[in-house]
């Protein structure tokens, strides 16, 4: 099912490793990539559940617009272990105007197909989804 504002279907990949990292916990993070060829949303790269936020930053291009949700472990004031899926719209400043554009108008229609998401964010440099970044959104 495509996109009407810009064309993009969801690979069923990117729904079923999604629900392995929400329901299994598989995965710390999944990141896709939009194929402008094929005109679909895939998945681009998996981090396996033992690995750091640093990891999952590293996956993300320099100059390359992507999607990613991450697993966010956290430990609450009152002591409990906590969780909380991230999604994040990565769009750095030296991305191509036109995969800014296509990732911007694909964003809405791809988060609505991963059922979960419980905090967004938008970044555009490494500084806006860093550690204390998450720390303060999960709460």
Known sequence: MANAASGMAVHNE??????????????????????????QVIVEKVGDP??????FAACLPDSECRYAVFDYDFVTQENCQKSRIFFIAWSPDTARVRSKMIYASSKDRFKRELDGIQVELQATDPTEMDLDVFKSRAN
């Open 14 to 39: 990117c729904k079923l490793k999604f629900l392995e990292l929400k329901a299994k916990r598989s995965f710390r993070f999944i990141v896709f990539k939009i194929e402008e060829k094929q005109k």
């Open 50 to 55: 033992t690995q750091r936020h640093e990891d």
